[in-house]
């Protein structure tokens, strides 16, 4: 392993670093918020938004990330959408990431006993009521686990961009993997680079967790 | 208690039905305020389902049910057919009406002072001294003013019952409706719920317990009603209805309880 490499290319592996977590943070922000909105949408009682809903599902857990944004970046020109790289790439992200949010939002709604919005209700708070002070703040204790884990997926998955050239981390170690025949030195890099990345979110998630559970712990 | 003009609840041939199954038939009943009346009767009854047909959680098909002299849930249209009314009519209705469940149904995420004072920040629009003041001494009644820091999971299930019984409380209502409330308990625990409620019968609450408890019934109740495959079939004063019982369901009911709470069975 020649280590010497990396005094050449590490603004360029730092730069790809740095682009894949602004890429992957303003896609998770657009599936977080994408994700609750859907799922409130899917609630409202009018026709046919449960059958939009479902083909929205259909069409972006159906279909492998790779091909969505495929068809966004080098489809799209062809209907008149033309995107850069990088707006393909937290699009992508945003709307793939929705999709699977908006199932983590309904499982934890679904998770809150019906008897907690009963109690609610019976003493007389309003629908709004309910919603923001019994179901957000239990549900978002019941998400976190799940929402970690979809984070942490949607995270290794942005490497997908590489084949859009978006300047992020894999394009970066493929580059230099490319310009120096090396093989090891980048592709052990990268794991590493996104273990690290992973590791970080996942920590940061169980203190959430925590916190989040407090009123769980048992006497 | 002075003399109220109307009666708390007065059901008018309540019916109600999921699908095909007729649970509640036609119910006619009349309680006054002041009143304690426990509703007996087996699984099935239909009596947890006249409970919530009171209280509008469940929205019935037929009949009527009053409280206060108000037609609750519906109004009539120009025709006289009934109309479901909008939400926030029968929230207005109901605000005198609480309800404490089988499964307590205090929120996990709040304490037990956050679980009481929430209904009057929220819907009552007290202020936060007001609120806890109001809090704390509704949590002192129920003998939970120790606990106010805790979180639900961390209390016994008796003593989460107190606090939401505290937590009806809180709002005033005139009238509260227990759907077995101590059914979910421990044995060991049944006990100092039902004191909590002994006192507020003594209080002069108008109270309407669905129960399993009989030996209660008998004691705090001015009326006991009986119920059976969605139909009144007995009602009456406790000392007559537990020695004197009619019909056959209720000696039936009556003497499968008497069994096992002898512990033959």
């Given at each position: 392993m020649d280590l010497n490499l990396f005094i050449t290319y590490w603004p360029m592996l730092l730069k790809g670093l740095i682009y894949t977590l602004y890429v992957c943070s303003v896609g998770i922000i657009i599936a977080l918020i994408g994700g609750l909105i859907l799922h409130l949408i899917s609630r409202?009682?009018?026709?046919f938004i449960g059958l939009l809903y479902a083909t929205y599902l259909t069409i972006f857990r159906g279909t492998p990330l790779l091909v969505q944004v495929y068809l966004m970046y080098y489809g799209g020109p062809f209907v008149g959408v033309e995107l850069s790289a990088e707006q393909v790439g937290i699009l992508g992200l945003g709307l793939y990431g929705s999709a699977y949010f908006a199932e983590i939002y309904r499982s934890g709604f679904a998770s809150i006993p019906k008897g907690h919005i009963e109690a609610a209700y019976d003493l007389g708070y309003s629908h709004r009521q309910i919603l923001f002070s019994i179901q957000f703040p239990q549900m978002l204790g019941l998400i976190i686990p799940p929402g970690i884990n979809q984070t942490i997926i949607l995270i290794k998955e942005s490497a997908i961009l590489s084949i859009i050239t978006v300047p992020e981390l894999t394009t970066a170690a493929v580059t230099m993997s490319t310009q120096?025949?090396?093989?090891?030195e980048p592709y052990l890099f990268l794991a590493v680079a996104y273990w690290a990345i992973t590791f970080l979110v996942a920590k940061i998630g169980q203190w959430c967790e925590n916190r989040a559970t407090i009123h769980l712990v048992r006497s | 208690m002075e003399k109220q003009p109307h009666k708390a609840i007065k059901l008018i041939d309540l019916k109600k039905h999921y699908g095909d199954n007729q649970v509640l038939k036609g119910i006619n009943l009349e309680i006054d305020y002041g009143q304690v009346v426990c509703i007996i009767g087996g699984s099935g009854s239909g009596k947890s389902t006249m409970l919530r047909c009171i209280n509008f959680l469940e929205q019935y098909n037929g009949g009527e049910v009053q409280i206060n002299g108000k037609l609750l849930g519906y109004g009539s249209d120009a025709q006289g057919n009934l109309q479901l009314a909008p939400s926030h009519i029968t929230q207005n209705d109901l605000s005198e009406v609480c309800m404490v469940f089988q499964q307590f149904n205090?929120?996990?995420?709040?304490?037990v002072l956050e679980n009481v004072m929430s209904p009057l920040l929220r819907?009552?629009?007290?202020n936060k001294q007001a609120a806890r003041e109001k809090a704390l001494s509704v949590l002192e009644k129920v003998d939970m003013?120790?606990?106010?820091?805790?979180?639900?999971?961390?209390?016994s299930g008796g003593q989460q019952q107190r606090v939401a019984i505290a937590r009806s409380l809180g709002t005033d209502p005139k009238i509260m409706l227990f759907d077995?409330?101590?059914?979910?308990?421990d044995p060991e625990l049944v006990g100092e719920v039902l004191k909590v409620m002994k006192s507020l019968a003594n209080d002069g609450m108008t109270m309407v317990i669905v129960t399993h408890e009989m030996g209660f019934a008998a004691q705090v109740s001015d009326k006991v009603v009986f119920l059976a495959k969605g139909l009144i079939e007995e009602q009456g004063d406790p000392t007559t209805l537990f020695t004197?019982?009619?019909s056959d369901n209720l000696k039936s009911f009556l003497s499968t309880w008497s069994e096992r709470n002898s512990g033959i069975v």
């Open positions: 409202l009682k009018i026709p120096t025949f090396s093989v090891i | 205090l929120w996990p995420h709040m304490s819907v009552h629009k007290l003013a120790h606990k106010i820091d805790a979180y639900p999971g961390q209390l077995e409330p101590t059914s979910a308990l004197q019982p009619k």
